[in-house]
């Protein structure tokens, strides 16, 4: 169940656009927040608010990587892997990354704390290698690096 | 000549107050007290500047296909999702300096009567929404937004709208389905969005570099801004340089600057004292261009001259040690998990593009494939609803031809031949 603080924040966004509709991606993005990923009931019940069927609403989840489908560990380790980043050694980040974690690109740690990813160019190329932790850039990055940051991580 | 990032050293440049200090929104406050719309309309159209997003389309000229009274409403979106590989310089406009920005599309909402404007930009950048968020908050606090915008009876609203991950979204029509919260699936043109956009009204979509050189414009006047640059390349240009140079970053240049000059004398030359091997001179999407093409001049129509596309100004760089099978693969790759799967062309064809050329870099390629990959290239081109299609054959197929040996040895010594990097 979406929590009444999210339906009002939801219900706000609504009235923000001239149709309603345009709100379902924001919306999507609030109730995702509620349990780090979006569930079956989360869909259902905004579909519910927007009136829409659910399938309608997973067909446009589905569409966007960010939405996130499947339950995910507490940090998302996003590492670019595309031209930029490939050129500066994000392979070398990758396997680090592999390596410490135990675990390949799509999966989670057991202990439900860290999700790898392979992603796309995050618009930080100049600054290769680059990975997202949840919100927040980390770039030019080497193992050394990324090992303190994931020490920080608790 | 710096004009977008001329005041990008200055702390808290963020912040509204600070902004205005340096002669913020006076661009706005010209155009409300001394042009009438359609003035801004020609001042932009006289000034030469052309689209930063990819086309490279006239602004004012698109502006002007706009039709006026015709009793919907007309929207202005900025296209801030900057997802082509390679392309970072809207960014740093977006968290250096969001009221150039929100300046921008303020006058040009005036400029096209439109009085509800949108920002659509990629989920990843949270940190540049939250920048921009507070941007808006701040802009609506001085009268910048809002109704009777400093006293002129000109209204406009502002929704920053986050994107939640996926590159189709940066061209238009799919920006304007996801906007209306669907799957971005790129609708057929025509009708262009000018006609028929967003919620099937009247829509303009600019890149954020273009909408922030108009403030400059509105100050300095169209014939200086016209007198930067060359002839239909006017202005200048946010180039964001990355791969083996020794200072990637991004510089703003006149488009009188040679690849060359961007290379050697602005970032430090090639890494380790190598040599360059290729570049891509605007987003993965353009063909690559050899070494001995390093003193193309890096505007619109010299680099369409010499075989490629000035396209985002993402400028990537390799030296010697790059392995194009894997380049192209990789970037290949990309195209194959963002098709959005409408037109066949670009569905199986990215994903057979893919597996090619995975089988040429992992030594089992075949006799033949390369003329494979560049048939189905031909095939894959000029045929789709949007040219993400186009943006994944072109690559592909100038990657082969400029570097033809190399694809060719690796299929017939069955390994990579590129020594890694020491
Ligand atoms: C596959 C694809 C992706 C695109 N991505 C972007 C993008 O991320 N940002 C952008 O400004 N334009 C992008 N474009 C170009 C837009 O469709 C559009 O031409 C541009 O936003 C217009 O703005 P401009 O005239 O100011 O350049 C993309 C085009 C295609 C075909
Ligand atoms: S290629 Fe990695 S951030 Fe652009």
Same mark, same amino acid.
């Given at each position: ?154 | 000549?710096?004009?977008?990032? $001329? *005041?990008?050293?200055? !702390? ?7 902004? @205005? /200090?340096?002669? %913020?929104?006076?661009?706005? =406050? ?37 039709? $006026? *009274?015709?009793?919907? !409403? ?7 999702? @900057? /997802?082509?590989? %390679?392309?970072?310089?809207? =960014? ?331």
């Amino acid at each position: 169940m979406l929590s009444e603080a999210t339906r009002q924040k939801i219900d706000a966004l609504i009235r923000k656009y001239p149709h309603p509709r345009s709100a379902l991606i924001p919306a999507l993005w609030l109730a995702q927040q509620e349990a780090g990923y979006l569930c079956p009931e989360a869909i259902r019940d905004v579909a519910e608010i927007f009136k829409l069927p659910t399938n309608e609403v997973y067909e446009v989840a589905s569409f966007y990587t960010m939405l996130y489908k499947k339950p995910v560990g507490k940090y998302v380790i996003q590492v670019c892997t595309n031209i930029s980043c490939l050129l500066c050694n994000c392979e070398e980040i990758m396997a680090h990354l592999e390596n410490r974690l135990g675990i390949g690109p799509g999966e989670t740690t057991s202990d439900k704390r860290f999700t790898l990813m392979e992603t796309e160019c995050l618009a930080s190329c100049g600054t290769a290698p680059v990975a997202q932790i949840n919100e927040d850039y980390y770039e030019s990055l080497t193992p050394e690096k990324l090992d303190r940051i994931l020490d920080s991580m608790k | 000549m710096k004009i977008l990032t $001329k *005041n990008m050293h200055v !702390p808290n440049l963020r912040e509204i107050g600070v902004y @205005e /200090s340096l002669g %913020g929104y006076q661009g706005l =406050r010209k155009s409300l007290r001394d042009c009438k719309p359609n003035d801004i309309i020609e001042i932009v159209k006289k000034s030469g500047l052309r689209g930063r997003g990819g086309a490279g389309f006239p602004t004012g000229v698109k502006w002007g296909f706009v039709p $006026k *009274n015709t009793g919907k !409403p007309i929207y202005l979106c900025v296209n801030a999702d @900057e /997802s082509e590989p %390679g392309t970072f310089k809207d =960014r740093l406009v977006i968290e250096k300096d969001p009221h150039l920005l929100l300046e921008g599309t303020i006058i040009s909402a005036y400029a096209l009567d439109c009085h509800l404007a949108f920002i659509y930009i990629r989920g990843e950048f949270s940190y540049g929404a939250t920048v921009l968020e507070k941007a808006i908050e701040e802009a609506y606090s001085k009268g910048y937004l809002g109704k009777n915008i400093l006293g002129s009876g000109y209204d406009l609203d502002l929704i920053l709208h986050r994107g939640a991950g996926a590159y189709i979204c940066g061209e238009e029509t799919a920006l304007l389905e996801s906007l209306e919260g669907k799957r971005g699936h790129p609708r057929l043109k025509p009708p262009f969005p000018a006609v028929v956009g967003l919620y099937r009204c009247p829509t303009v979509i600019n890149n954020v570099e273009t909408l922030a050189n108009v403030p400059h414009i509105i100050n300095n006047g169209p014939e200086w801004y016209a007198a930067i640059g060359v002839e239909r390349n006017t202005g200048t240009r946010l180039y964001a340089v990355s791969g083996h140079v020794n200072k990637p970053g991004v510089y703003e240049l006149p488009m009188t600057v040679t690849l060359r000059e961007l290379i050697y004398d602005h970032c430090g030359g090639i890494r380790n004292g190598r040599r360059l091997k290729a570049v891509i001179p605007g987003g993965s999407s353009v063909p690559i261009l050899t070494a001995d093409r390093v003193d193309t001049r890096m505007d619109y129509d010299s680099v369409a001259k010499a075989g490629s596309m000035l396209g985002s100004a993402g400028v990537v760089v390799m030296d010697e040690s790059t392995c194009m099978v894997k380049a192209v693969r990789r970037i290949t790759r990309f195209y194959a998990e963002e098709s959005c799967g409408q037109c066949t062309q670009c569905r199986e064809g990215t994903e057979w593009l893919y597996q090619i050329l995975t089988r040429i870099e992992h030594g089992r390629g075949r006799a033949g494939e390369l003329e494979i990959l560049l048939d189905l290239c031909t095939q894959m081109k000029g045929r789709t609803i949007c040219p993400l299609s186009d943006a994944a054959a072109m690559p592909v197929e100038s990657y082969i031809k400029s570097f033809y040996d190399e694809f060719a040895a690796h299929i017939t010594q069955q390994r990579c031949v590129i020594l890694p990097a020491a």
